[in-house]
Structure formats: C-alpha cells, structure tokens
C-alpha cells in the first residue's frame, strides 16, 4: 500500500496538505521549526507531523520506520542542502521522489538567455553591448543583467533590477553602494550582511516572528527599529509601506515566486524607488508543479476530488473591467479555462491557462484533470447575455457550479452614451443568424451584439436597403479596451468605417412600427398583372395559419408575395421562404419584400415541391398555387416537418376535390374548411355597388405527428362537444 511523506514549510506544501486532508489520504509531513508544524497542525486531523531539521540518516530511518513509498519535497527553492539529502535519501530507501517547484514570477524575469556584453541586439562600437531604453521607458538589461527604468521626471537613468547569485554576492555588490538597506532574504542569512560598515544603521531585517529567528537576529546586532518580525507573503501596499518607512534605497529579496510575494514586492520596490536586488534561484533543479503532484496522488492513490467550478464573467475584456468578486475568483481557482481572448484578461496569475470554450471540451478537459478543485470558465461580457454560460450548465450538470454575473456590452455601451437601456429590445447577429431589420423596424431602440466587421456593413446595407435609414446608429468598438472607440451616424455614414471584429450597436428609431395585426390594403402592394391573394382572404389564412415570432414558413406559389410579406412581419423572428416559379412574380416579391422591410423574407425561384430542397424544415405553409402538384406537395412537407401546420386557398372545385382527398389519407388533424364570399362596394357616381369576388375555399388542418401537443386533449374535447349536441 502506498504511503506518503511530504517536506513542507512552504505555502505550497502546506496547500498540498490540505488537498491530502480534504481527500482522506493519511501523510506524514516534515517541517524545520515548531512554528511550520504550529501552521500545519490547526489545519490537520489524519497527519502526523514531526517538527525540526533532520539529517539524512534521520530521514533515512523515518522512511523506513513508516513504510514511505513516496516523498514529495516542497522545501524552499532555496533550501539546496536539505533537497540534496531528501533526494539522497529516497534513492537509499528506493522511495519515489517527487520535487515540488515553485514557479517564478514573470513580473521581473532574470535574463539568462543574455550573456555579459549582449543586450537587445545593439553593439557598440567597441563591441560591448550598450546600455538601452525604449520610447516608452519599458524595462531593457544593462550589461549586467540588470533591468533598467528610465525616470521621465528627474531625467535620471539607472539599474533597477540586480540580479546576483547568493546573498554574498548582494552584499559584495551593496559595499558599493549608500543608502539603507531592507533584507528580506531570511534570518539564516543575516550574518552575511555584518560586513557591511555600518550595517546596525544602514541595514533593516525583516524576520519571522518566531523565538528562534528574533534571538539569532539579535545576536548579530539587529534590534529595535531596525528588526522587524513579520509573517509574509505580505501585499503591495505594506510592502510599500515598509520601504518608506526605513526610507530604503534597496530592497534585498529572494526570487521567491507568486506564492512567496515575490510580484508584490517587485511592485512596490519600483512604487518607493528603491532598487531591487534579487538572489536567483538555481537553475539546474527539475521537478514538478503543484497541479502535477496533485495528479500523480490522484492516480496512484485512485482518487477523484470534488471539483468546482465557476462560470465567470468578465466583462468586455479589459482587466479592469472585471468585477472584484469575480477577480476573486479567478485568483483562487487551480486552473483557468477560456478562449485566448477571455484568458488575456488574467494573464497575471499564474494558475494554468486552458484555450477551450466549447463545453463537451470543457468537461472532458477536468474529467481528465481531477487534481483542479476549483476551475474558473472565463465567458465574455455577462453570463446571462448571450453567453456560453447555459450550456455550459447543461453540461456540468453533476458538478457544483457557482455563476459569477459579470458587465455586458449593453450596459457598458448605454452607460457611456449616458442613456438608459429599460426599454432596449436586445439581441446578437454575433455567430447567430437573427432578422434584426425586423426588430428595428418595430422598435424605438434596439441593441445587438454585431462581432465580425462584415456582419457591421451587412447591417448597414440591409437597413439603406429595407426603409430604415432614418435610423441613428451607436457603435461600441472594442469596449473597454485602451483603443476603445464610438461611431455614431446614419448606415449611410458609417457603411465604410472599420469598427473592428469586436463591436456591439444600439440602434435608434424615432419612427417604430405600432401596428401588430395583419391586414395590409391591397394597394399597398405592387402587383402589375400578378395574381394577388386579397385582403380580406390574407387575413383570414393568416388567422387560420396561427403563426409564431420565429416560425418557418413556405409560402408556395407566392404570386406578388403579399402573404410571404405579411407573413414574415407577424414572424419577424422566423423566416419566410416565397416559392414562386414565375420569374416577373418572383421580381416582384423581392420589391414588395424592400418596400415592407421584410428582411427575413427569401425568394425561391421554381416549381414546388422541387423548390424545396434544401431548404429548413417548415413549420407552417400557405399553398396559394400547386400548379398541379397539391399531392406531392403535401407528401413533402410532412415528410419534412411530421407536424407542420398547412393553410391551403382553393378557388376551383378540382382543387378543393384533391384535398379532400389528402386529408382523408394522410396523417393529419384539426381539419378546417371554410368557403368565403367577399363583396366589396365600389362607388358609382354618388352611390356604392357591391361588388362580389370569386369564393375561395380555406382549407387548414396540421400534421399529426408524434410530437405534436395537446392532441388528445383537443380530440377528447371534440368527443364532449358531440355529445353535447346529440343531447
């Protein structure tokens, strides 16, 4: 059975030995001083913990003793001496080795692929490398391998950032120097720093509060002000606040990584104007990071942790634009999951980054990687505004998932034109295909998430082409971020501008449609010598069609499209197709379709049913000519849609008779026919005549396929009602 040793003292070793406790596996743990094990024992209930060094042959001995198969070391990078006899000793043992590395931090990175005299590519002409600073006063390396800043303001030049090898090479290097000195290297290190002349005044230590480091201090003449005993890591601020206070000209620090506040301190050095001088780690040290320990115990030990996960927004992109809760987060989760542009926004922390989005891939992602407690998925603007977050949660439906709002696009763009959005009617054309003509055309304001360029000058083109270029445009381009810009114009005046992969619009229209019944006067239309379903037959299909926002509708035999026009304004949201095998019909149908805005109305040139290959399956269709093929027509639209509902106007008995037919062999229900005779007065003179139009037969009904609803509640319904009447 396997069993474990962990070397702790560290952040890292004590996080990993709540990982151990949280999942039930029993170590024992090794810590230099009492304080460490102090840390530890409040936090543990199944470890056994020993407090104090321990030789080689002493680790040797406890191996054996307690039947250690494998020995994690999460020592201190620095603690060289100690890693060499763990490793000795597990070799002796034959236990498996396992070296936990911290990972550096980024915030100041020693050069090392530069050699003294090579810097930036620029030789001097005595070919040394020169000493150089960009326009921007961005960080460069001198010949030393120092970082340099440039002080705009006083117009000065000089290192900011030494990196030596050991703490005797920083005080060699400090001997040089003037000025007072903070070390925060540790207490075993401060007898190196007594050859310095005047180092009780000059130098200030900074030392775990503990019996042990305060005393050995002492003794070397470090007292009153100038020894401070604190338990880091610390922040920024106090860090700051400590280099002001000592009024230090240099910092001392080990390059200790995130977890050891090596970023804070970097910060707050460069804050206070003090130099930083920083004792690099060794480099030849090989090993494994904390979420790859946290791996190979999942694996040998056969465990699975419960994993968290957390879906965050993060707003438009920016850093800044993040909330706290979510920056939160983000910093307390093991890994961090989102497309590249989502995990720019957190490229600061040093959590793994994962380039994923789609959920499936996602899940099978931490299926694999039990050792991720907690994952953060990064969703752009709100989870809640067309956001990947609801399928995502489909998807994760057995892990524990904590939702993190975050700013949308919307009320970010409306906060900065300083209007309000309670009334916008909000939708995207960003990956999706929507009619949003037709949501302009019937709405004051109206906000879309628009994404590529070209979607932006499809818009324009299609509000200049259907009746909209009364409107007014906002266009968010790149919210957020430091290039952040906003359009505003007619389409006309904004078709050429270049807003960019990443815009959203608010769109205004002082002139919305308010009618929402069908009905439109016959004139209305252009028809020529195009045959013409009237109006009063229009509305009465229409009814009988019972249309939704977002049906799929087949208007066959379409003649001037007027049902396909008024079709497609009830379903603004769906899409219409007019199938029309007359070419001068068909040209007439785009026309009327540009006259109405009706931009989610599309024109099939052909002959039914052939015309409708390709083509969405149908949720209702209006059969206004077969040109013969009523049978086959019928035969493929159920086929397409089991359940579609079908309007069909008949002016001939023929046609009427082939109908009938249908409906009494194919699947279908809800029949209704309807004969209608419409006289319209004309005016003759001073008196109106009635004018009477061919009857028209209105036949509807829907398929009855297996998904439809409330079918047999409808035919139970009709049982009662029949009953009622023979009574």
Known sequence: ??????????????????????????????????????LLDGASS????????????????????????????????????????????????????????????????????????????????????????????????????????????????????VFVDSVQEAVEFLSHTEGNILAATGSKELEKYTQL????????????????????AAALGFQGRNLICMQGPFDEELNCALLRQVNARYLVTK??????????????????????????????????SASEIR??????????????????????????NMTLEARRACEEADVLIGAPRMLEAVSDLTAPKIPAYLPEEIRTYLEMHPEYERAAILLSGDVGFYSGARKLLDCLGEYSVQVYCGISSVAYLCAKLRCSWEGV?????????????????????????????????????????????????????????????????SPEELIQEEPGDLSAVLIENPKPESVVTHGIEDDAFLRAQVPMTKSEIRSISLSKLQLAKDSIVYDVGAGTGSVSVEAALQAWAGKVYAVEKKPEAAELIRQ???????????????????????????????????????????????????????????ITL????????????????????????????????????????????????????EAVEGKAEFEEAQKTNAKEQKR
Not at 79 to 107: F, K, M, P, W
Not at 304 to 319: C, F, K, T, Y
């Open 425 to 489: 009617f909000l939708t995207s054309i960003h990956g999706r295909s929507q009619n949003l003509i037709g949501a302009v055309r019937t709405h004051e304001k109206v906000f879309a998430l628009v994404g590529k360029q070209e979607s932006f000058r499809e818009l324009c083109r299609g509000l200049q082409d259907y009746v909209c270029g009364h409107v007014r445009l906002y266009v968010g381009c790149r919210l957020s971020y430091a290039d952040e810009r906003i359009l505003s114009g």
């Open 46 to 161: 199944i470890h056994r913990i020993h407090a104090g060094r321990l030789t080689e042959e002493e680790m040797i001995r406890l191996m054996r003793e307690s039947g250690i198969t494998h020995v994690v070391d999460a020592t201190h990078p620095y603690a060289a001496a100690v890693t060499q006899n763990i490793r000795a000793a597990c070799a002796t043992v034959g236990c498996h080795y396992l070296r936990l590395l911290r990972e550096e931090s980024a915030d100041v990175a020693r050069p090392a692929d530069l050699q003294p005299g090579r810097m930036d590519g620029d030789v001097r002409e005595d070919g040394k490398e020169s000493s150089m600073q960009d326009d921007k006063g961005s960080s460069v390396w001198d010949e030393k391998g120092s970082s340099v800043w440039d002080d705009k303001e006083s117009g000065m030049q000089e290192s900011a950032c």
């Open 295 to 320: 791996r190979i115990i999942c694996r040998e030990w056969q465990i699975a942790p419960r994993q968290n996960v957390s879906l965050i927004g993060i707003g438009m992109g920016d850093p800044g």
């Open 255 to 288: 390059e200790s990584g995130k977890t050891g506040g090596f970023p804070e301190k970097a910060r707050a050095a460069k804050k206070a104007g003090a130099r930083l001088v920083v004792v690099g780690r060794p480099r030849e040290e090989s090993g494994y």
């Open 197 to 216: 002349p005047n180092y009780r005044e000059r130098v200030f230590a900074r030392v775990l509060s503990t019996i042990e480091a305060v005393s050995s």
């Open 592 to 650: 009327n379709r540009r006259r109405f805005g009706a931009a989610n109305l599309e024109v099939i040139e052909g002959i039914a049913p052939q015309a409708f290959d390709g083509l969405p399956a149908p949720t209702h269709a209006f059969i206004g000519g077969s040109s013969g093929n009523l049978r086959e027509i019928l035969e493929i639209l159920l086929e397409k849609n089991p359940c579609v509902r079908v309007v069909i106007n008949a």
């Open 654 to 705: 023929e046609t009427v008779a082939e109908a009938l037919r249908c409906l009494r062999e194919f699947p279908v229900w809800q029949e209704d026919i309807v004969a209608v005779s419409v006289g319209k007065a004309k005016k003759a003179g001073e008196l109106h005549m009635m004018m009477g139009q061919n009857p028209v037969y209105i036949i509807s009904f829907a398929g009855s396929g």
């Open 1 to 38: 059975m396997s069993k474990l040793l962990l070397f702790a003292g560290t952040t890292e070793g004590r996080e990993l030995a709540e990982f151990l406790e949280r999942n039930g596996i029993a170590c024992e743990i090794c810590v230099a001083t009492e304080y460490g094990g102090q």
